[in-house]
């Protein structure tokens, strides 16, 4: 069965500074990769995805991720974070052929001005 | 339609009593998830339905749990005779998904959630 590991439970960075939130999985097949954002009091909302290709991934609001095969790791990145990005952020895997996302425990980003 | 919709968002509710929630996704999706989220972790898989058939449950969706989704649209998630450790947040996704195959990506579109507190 797959799994999945966000290393960080919580990230302080200050504004316009850039940020990292890690992801790690495990799985014995070809995967599918997500990331998730979930602002205070809404639905998590996709923030982008891996199914296959580019390695590198462009998601919403300048967020991007880069898929690494040997380590198992899908890390967040972005260059400059800004106040509004302030969320919890969930790394999900997905089994290709299989029907469900597994997600990693989150990691809450707060940004300080 | 604008998205997957949940309610009641919040419920409080005694020890014992019964809940249910519904969830209405977004309406060409063949495909419903119920997840469960609990403070300071991930969403946890509870059940999800092919249209009307629920394909698989979790194990963590004991007996005193049921869902439905008799029409293949909209679904409810019971709970009977609530325990406190119920106290979470419910979430409901929806996808359009073939049967099998890489087809299948997983992605999910997510409701706001119904938050149960048991007292």
């Known amino acids: 069965a797959q799994s999945v590991t966000q290393l960080d439970s919580q990230v302080p960075v200050f504004e316009e500074a850039p940020v990292e939130l890690r992801c790690n999985y495990s799985?014995?097949?070809?995967?599918?990769l997500f990331w998730y954002v979930q602002y205070p009091n809404q639905g998590l909302q996709l923030l982008l995805k891996?199914?296959?290709?580019?390695?590198l991934v462009k998601g919403i609001n300048g967020f991007e991720a880069e898929f690494n095969k040997s380590q198992t790791s899908f890390h967040l990145r972005k260059p400059s974070v800004h106040i509004s990005d302030t969320a919890e952020y969930f790394c999900?895997?997905?089994?290709?052929?299989?029907?469900?996302?597994?997600f990693g425990q989150g990691t809450r980003l707060t940004i300080n001005p | 339609d604008t998205g997957v919709s949940q309610n009641p968002r919040h419920k409080i509710t005694k020890r014992g009593q019964n809940v249910t929630f519904r969830c209405d996704p977004i309406?060409?999706?063949?495909?419903l998830y119920w997840y469960r989220q609990t403070l300071g972790q991930g969403p946890e898989f509870l059940t999800y339905?092919?249209?009307?058939?629920?394909?698989?449950k979790s194990r963590l969706l004991s007996d005193r749990f049921s869902a439905e989704r008799p029409k293949g649209s909209f679904s409810t998630l019971e709970i009977q005779r609530t325990e406190q450790g119920d106290s979470a947040m419910y979430l409901c996704?929806?996808?359009?998904?073939?049967?099998?195959?890489?087809?299948?990506?997983?992605?999910?579109?997510f409701g706001e959630g119904s938050r149960l507190t048991v007292l």
């Open positions: 996704a929806s996808s359009l998904e073939g049967l099998a195959g890489d087809a299948n990506t997983g992605e999910l579109f």
């Open positions: 799985s014995s097949v070809s995967v599918y």
């Open positions: 891996y199914l296959s290709g580019s390695t």
């Open positions: 999900a895997v997905n089994k290709r052929g299989a029907q469900k996302l597994v």
């Open positions: 309406s060409e999706h063949n495909r």
């Open positions: 339905f092919q249209n009307e058939a629920q394909l698989e």
